[in-house]
């Protein structure tokens, strides 16, 4: 059976730019956009065109260059946010716009000051004049994830009769387990009348580190869009993170669910990102963080020495990583050091690593980390002969 496609929704440069301190220039943004395009990404938010100049001039710019991606614009659920939107995507080849309002009692109430009747009634008028412009059209359902979901499937139906071709089941908080988020999808899709003329959405926050499991678990349950940052860079604590997603569905075939993603590129994309927004991966992010594919304790290095795939079930290069990384501390083997020995032209005979190794725990008692410049020295220290 064909794998059915999952779309990557990046928000890299709208949600993920609102991180403080990760403001992008229009040129930046312009850099990451053609990344996007080029790596596989299925609709790229190129930002919320009301809310500054510049931000109207990079979805703009965005605009043009975008080759084959769809070009989205958020907006709220205000008719001078949707025409401004219209505006900045006139040039796409594939516009989007991207509108809605919140649906949670405490939205209703403490935002809005409002009632349901009143919301869904923006709702159809937002999404209504949303598509006077753009055949494409989603909305969103902010704080989905607290919204009791009668009333979620109300507004969900009302919207798709209205023309939306999209519906955002945002998980704005984070609050949501993937069994809550999972049968909230569920839900939704057995009792929204013409859910199947249109794509379910997963916008997941990582408030509780639960963003990319309520993701997969919003797609198994039959969302069809995922939508994500590269490193999970977002508000708070981020949101779901593409990297994640893509290896998940790739590392899982039975789910029988993948993306267009060309995964090679992901490594060399994160640090594109890292580098430009001034933020630092964590080196034990998952996929791209710099210890992804590191080990240091002896066990796991001969383990890898052998066979990767003993402790490796993504293989470095399908993310574009050069190889994995064999770290020498005081927690290496044996096994450990002949390999990286034997990698600057060190052939170690059993008697000899023996010796060897006494003169590398000593010095790797000392400092956290022992490099190839460290190991002649070691060598020399042992009073071996390597005629």
Same mark, same amino acid.
């Given at each position: 059976?064909?794998?059915?496609?999952?779309?990557? @929704? /990046?928000?890299?440069?709208? /949600?993920?730019?609102?991180?403080?301190?990760?403001? =992008?220039?229009?040129?930046?943004?312009? *850099?990451?956009?053609?990344?996007?395009?080029?790596?596989?990404?299925?609709?790229?938010?190129?930002?919320?065109?009301?809310?500054?100049?510049?931000?109207?001039?990079?979805?703009?710019?965005?605009?043009?260059?975008?080759?084959?991606?769809?070009?989205?614009?958020?907006?709220?659920?205000?008719?001078?946010?949707?025409?401004?939107?219209?505006?900045?995507?006139?040039?796409?080849?594939?516009?989007?716009?991207?509108?809605?309002?919140?649906?949670?009692?405490?939205?209703?109430?403490?935002? @809005?000051?409002?009632?349901?009747?009143?919301?869904?009634?923006?709702?159809?008028?937002?999404?209504?004049?949303?598509?006077?412009?753009?055949?494409?059209?989603?909305?969103?359902?902010?704080?989905?994830?607290?919204?009791?979901? #009668?009333?979620?499937?109300?507004?969900?139906?009302?919207?798709?009769?209205?023309?939306?071709?999209?519906?955002?089941?945002?998980?704005?908080?984070?609050?949501?387990?993937?069994?809550?988020?999972?049968?909230?999808?569920?839900?939704?899709?057995?009792?929204?009348?013409?859910?199947?003329?249109?794509? =379910?959405?997963?916008?997941?926050?990582?408030? =509780?580190?639960?963003?990319?499991?309520?993701? !997969?678990?919003?797609?198994?349950?039959?969302?069809?869009?995922?939508?994500?940052?590269?490193?999970?860079?977002?508000?708070?604590?981020?949101?779901?993170?593409?990297? #994640?997603?893509?290896?998940?569905?790739?590392?899982?075939?039975?789910?029988? $669910?993948?993306?267009?993603? +060309?995964?090679?590129?992901?490594?060399? *994309?994160?640090?594109?990102?890292?580098?430009?927004?001034?933020?630092?991966?964590?080196?034990?992010?998952? !996929?791209?963080?710099?210890?992804?594919?590191?080990?240091?304790?002896? %066990?796991?290095?001969?383990?890898?020495?052998?066979?990767?795939?003993?402790?490796?079930?993504?293989?470095?290069?399908?993310?574009?990583?050069?190889?994995?990384?064999?770290?020498?501390?005081?927690?290496?083997?044996?096994?450990?050091?002949?390999?990286?020995?034997?990698?600057?032209?060190? #052939?170690?005979?059993? =008697? &000899? $690593? +023996?010796?060897?190794?006494? #003169? @590398?725990?000593?010095?790797?008692?000392? &400092?956290?980390? %022992? *490099? +190839?410049?460290? !190991?002649?020295?070691? !060598?020399?220290?042992?009073?071996?002969?390597?005629?």
């Amino acid at each position: 059976m064909a794998q059915e496609h999952v779309q990557i @929704f /990046d928000t890299t440069l709208r /949600d993920g730019e609102q991180v403080p301190g990760c403001k =992008l220039d229009t040129k930046s943004k312009l *850099t990451i956009a053609e990344r996007l395009d080029v790596l596989g990404v299925d609709i790229i938010e190129a930002g919320f065109p009301v809310s500054s100049p510049g931000d109207f001039n990079s979805v703009v710019e965005i605009s043009k260059i975008v080759k084959n991606a769809t070009v989205c614009g958020l907006t709220r659920a205000v008719k001078n946010d949707i025409k401004v939107a219209a505006d900045a995507l006139k040039h796409a080849k594939r516009p989007r716009i991207h509108t809605g309002i919140g649906t949670s009692e405490s939205h209703i109430k403490y935002k @809005f000051n409002s009632n349901k009747d009143a919301i869904i009634e923006r709702a159809i008028d937002a999404v209504s004049y949303a598509k006077s412009f753009v055949e494409d059209v989603e909305f969103y359902a902010e704080d989905a994830g607290r919204t009791d979901n #009668e009333f979620l499937a109300r507004v969900c139906e009302a919207v798709v009769k209205a023309g939306a071709t999209v519906l955002n089941i945002p998980d704005t908080t984070g609050y949501c387990l993937p069994e809550e988020y999972g049968a909230k999808i569920k839900y939704l899709k057995k009792n929204v009348t013409g859910i199947d003329k249109v794509v =379910l959405s997963c916008h997941c926050h990582n408030d =509780l580190g639960l963003a990319t499991a309520n993701s !997969i678990a919003g797609i198994t349950n039959g969302a069809r869009q995922i939508e994500c940052t590269i490193n999970g860079i977002g508000e708070r604590a981020g949101n779901t993170s593409l990297e #994640e997603v893509v290896m998940i569905l790739r590392q899982h075939p039975y789910l029988k $669910l993948d993306t267009k993603i +060309d995964s090679k590129l992901l490594y060399s *994309t994160s640090q594109m990102v890292s580098d430009l927004m001034g933020m630092i991966v964590q080196p034990n992010k998952a !996929i791209v963080g710099t210890n992804a594919f590191a080990h240091s304790s002896g %066990i796991h290095q001969d383990g890898v020495i052998k066979n990767r795939e003993t402790y490796e079930i993504i293989n470095p290069h399908d993310v574009g990583v050069t190889e994995s990384a064999i770290i020498l501390t005081a927690r290496s083997g044996r096994a450990a050091l002949a390999y990286r020995a034997k990698n600057i032209g060190y #052939e170690l005979e059993k =008697l &000899q $690593l +023996d010796k060897v190794y006494q #003169e @590398f725990l000593k010095l790797a008692d000392t &400092q956290k980390e %022992i *490099t +190839d410049k460290d !190991i002649p020295t070691i !060598i020399k220290a042992s009073n071996i002969d390597l005629a």
